[in-house]
């Protein structure tokens, strides 16, 4: 209502004062007199209407009842409310705002020399000076006084306590917290010692103030004095200008001190303005003259307020970000950042429109929305601050912890405390594989949501100032169950994320130090996940679905919706999706009974009819394999009819040998054997055997060459570089003992043995036949590999 009240205004002041509309004397001077009714179509219209049987009804422009409907009802007209609908409330407020604004004016010149009067008779010598001089020197006695205890008492006394506590290099706010807070109070401190001062030198000097007018005026000094230094406090505490290691937002010294010093003496102004309006109205003078200045010094107010934020704009912003740039935070913070100068110039306008339309129509008033935009700016730093500063505390006690218990279990190693310092910085800094704004902590969630509780805070601050709270929850229905579903939807946000970060615990506990597999061989030295780190995900996916539900639930339970004919026609759905998508519940369950039965993981080497691959990815209808030449299939668990894994207990590697016909096959077979001994030894693949390498013999005869096969066991994934190191080694080896490999060797033979009278094209067809010779060598040489495998 009254953000409709004050667009209205903005228009008729735009517009300027108007008198009533033709059309307002049309619609009701023709009910005054028959003559006129008959002659004017509306009044015509309205007796046809009557005549018909109808029900009429006539408001006039305040929204009050002229007449009163008649008798015999063939068609209703719904009825307003006491005060009519909120549009014409706004026209009703409109107007008396403009009649009562142009009665005050009127009356200026009056209330003027009312004010005068009144200031006189109650001035203890009868004169209006009396009240600015003792402004004057009530303000130099203020002045006296701080600069005793800046000058004076403030290095012998208070310096040294200040300046034992200060730190080289604070971090967080738990060490910073303390020492701002101490400052504040010794800020606050210093004030009441200068007060002090003022008075003692006051009553030194001026005769005791009997006056009570006197007396009030002084104390609207003091009040003003008081609440101006706590500001600065205040900001110096937020701030920190003059001690940049203390500073929390990351700011340059002198975008800090700039900052700070713009927001004293604006803050200092909103309080002199405040304090002298409350001065007039408290002193009881003409309430004209007490509405007009208050008005014209709150919109100075405005204007200033609005030229600080804008100057400090890029300040501002960049406090908001903390320093980052724009691409290094989040979404939220970033349109925050963009955004909030606009709707700060829009809420500082609009709390000046409603102080003025307030005190035009002698309306009571709190506090004004311009002076309790500071509050609510406290309000969300105080809790911020201290939620984080018990945070901060509560996960250092932790880490402390957990630092004794790893020098505890690893005393003796010299390097126990380097290694548990770099785990708790790894806790405060988001590890490089993280994506980016993820919480994966709970450090990191509780500063989440300390952020909304402060966000909360402020927003119930500004509602408080508004004086809307109990109109909101009391007398709307939907305003009494609003603070109960923000609560509920604030307990499942933090419920799913506790699950969600324990979840993620839990997969890099059970996944350890992943090992991922080379680009372009069969599963090259991966390692697995665990079952329970392939299941987790599924589980966290779930546990969202859980909650999201549960929510919209009590949500709907709230607002008064019954739930229970949506159980009713779920079934219904769920019965029409079972025969509508047989493919996808029969995906669904078998891919269920797949993972129950724990066929194959996360990170395992599989074939599932003819498509090979590492597991990348699984869902609840389907999974993802990465074949090692980078292709990825998509595979639904329905398709599946066999699953052949190579990433299980172990693997059997076989390797075929081609040397020629003197080789002594029982002297291989001795090398091969002592090889395999000494590659147990081996620092890099040593620890990845089973079973050593050992000669099978002589396994297959061609032409050209006998076929010795060796074969070894190791663990799955380790096979590829295992088959590197003893490719090598029997090369090395074969070379060192004077045995050769056999080469694919083709010999033709001619039946005149001429073969240097061949031509070309003889020479040709005598290659072709060679070469398909070899071909077929190499096809049932691969389906012999095959099968032995």
């Not at 401190?189 to 009570?212: K, Q």
């Not at 130090?513 to 966290?540: H, K």
């Not at 669904?588 to 990348?616: H, M, N, P, Q, S």
């Amino acid at each position: 209502m009254r953000l409709i009240l004050c667009l209205w205004l903005l228009a008729l002041m735009c517009i300027g004062i108007a008198p009533q509309s033709a059309l307002s004397q049309s619609l009701f001077s023709p009910l005054s007199t028959a003559t006129s009714a008959e002659t004017d179509p509306l009044a015509e219209t309205l007796r046809q209407a009557r005549e018909a049987g109808l029900s009429v009804i006539v408001v006039d422009a305040q929204g009050n009842l002229i007449t009163t409907p008649s008798t015999g009802v063939t068609a209703e007209v719904p009825a307003l409310g006491p005060e009519g609908s909120p549009l014409m409330m706004a026209q009703k407020r409109g107007a008396e705002f403009r009649a009562t604004l142009r009665e005050r004016l009127d009356a200026m010149p009056d209330s003027l020399n009312e004010v005068r009067y009144i200031l006189r008779a109650t001035s203890p010598d009868g004169r209006i000076m009396t009240y600015v001089e003792v402004l004057f020197f009530g303000a130099l006695l203020f002045l006296i006084g701080s600069q005793i205890m800046s000058r004076i008492l403030g290095p012998y006394v208070f310096k040294s306590m200040v300046t034992s506590r200060v730190r080289e290099n604070p971090q967080g706010y738990r060490e910073k917290m303390p020492f701002l807070v101490f400052r504040f109070f010794i800020g606050i401190v210093g004030t009441l010692i200068a007060m002090v001062i003022a008075y003692v030198l006051g009553a030194l000097i001026f005769p005791p103030v009997t006056d009570t007018s006197v007396q009030v005026t002084i104390l609207a000094i003091n009040a003003a004095f008081f609440a101006c230094r706590t500001v600065g406090d205040v900001w110096r505490m937020v701030l920190s200008p003059f001690l940049s290691q203390y500073r929390i937002p990351r700011l340059s010294d002198r975008d800090a001190k700039r900052l700070y010093r713009w927001a004293f003496y604006v803050g200092s102004l909103d309080i002199c303005v405040v304090t002298f309006a409350t001065w007039l109205e408290d002193f009881g003078l003409n309430y004209n003259v007490y509405a007009i200045v208050f008005g014209a010094l709150s919109l100075i107010m405005a204007l200033v307020n609005i030229l600080f934020l804008t100057v400090n704009r890029r300040i501002i912003s960049d406090a908001i970000r903390n320093g980052r740039t724009k691409a290094e935070v989040s979404w939220l913070i970033r349109t925050v950042s963009v955004g909030w100068l606009p709707v700060a110039i829009v809420y500082v306008i609009f709390g000046w429109f409603v102080l003025a339309f307030d005190l035009v129509l002698e309306t009571p008033t709190s506090i004004p929305l311009i002076a309790g935009a500071y509050g609510v700016l406290v309000t969300i730093l105080v809790v911020y601050g201290v939620t984080n500063y018990l945070i901060e505390t509560y996960f250092e006690r932790a880490r402390q912890i957990a630092l004794m218990n790893a020098h505890d279990e690893d005393d003796s190693a010299p390097d126990a405390t380097e290694h548990a310092d770099s785990h708790v910085e790894d806790e405060d800094h988001e590890p490089a594989y993280q994506p980016r704004h993820v919480m994966h902590t709970y450090e990191q969630l509780a500063r989440r949501v300390s952020g909304i509780l402060a966000f909360v805070a402020g927003a119930y601050a500004l509602l408080l100032i508004w004086g809307s709270v109990n109109d909101m929850v009391e007398d709307t229905p939907l305003g009494q169950s609003l603070l109960d579903i923000m609560v509920i939807i604030f307990i499942g946000y933090i419920v799913y994320h506790v699950f969600r970060i324990w979840i993620d615990r839990k997969i890099a506990d059970e996944q350890g130090d992943v090992v991922e597999a080379e680009l372009g061989d069969e599963g090259s030295g991966a390692s697995s996940a665990s079952r329970l780190a392939t299941l987790l995900p599924l589980f966290r996916n779930m546990m969202l679905v859980v909650v999201l539900v549960t929510i919209v639930l009590i949500v709907l339970l709230e607002v008064g919706v019954n739930v229970g004919p949506l159980f009713a026609g779920a079934g219904f759905v769920g019965v029409a999706v079972g025969f509508g998508s047989q493919s996808l519940v029969r995906d669904v369950f078998a891919g269920a009974f797949f993972l129950f039965d724990d066929a194959f993981r996360k990170g395992e080497y599989i074939d599932v009819g003819g498509v090979k691959g590492t597991v990348e990815k699984i869902s609840v209808r389907s999974f993802q394999l990465r074949h090692h030449l980078g292709a990825l299939h998509t595979m639904p668990f329905g398709e599946i009819q066999v699953i052949t894994n190579y990433s299980r207990d172990w693997v059997i590697m076989k390797l075929p040998l081609r040397v020629t016909y003197d080789t002594d096959v029982e002297h291989v077979r001795k090398l091969i054997k002592k090889l395999g001994v000494a590659l147990l030894d081996d620092p890099v693949i040593g620890e990845n055997f089973i079973q050593p390498l050992k000669s099978q013999g002589v396994i297959h005869m061609e032409d050209s060459a006998m076929i010795i096969r060796v074969k070894f066991m190791t663990k799955p994934g380790d096979q590829w570089l295992v088959r590197k190191k003893v490719y090598e080694e029997i090369r090395a080896l074969f070379e060192r003992e004077g045995i050769r490999f056999a080469h694919r060797e083709v010999t033709v033979r001619l039946a005149d043995g001429k073969a240097a009278d061949l031509d070309d094209d003889q020479r040709e067809a005598v290659t072709a036949a060679a070469q398909a010779v070899i071909d077929e060598d190499m096809v049932d040489a691969a389906q012999q590999t095959g099968d032995d495998r």
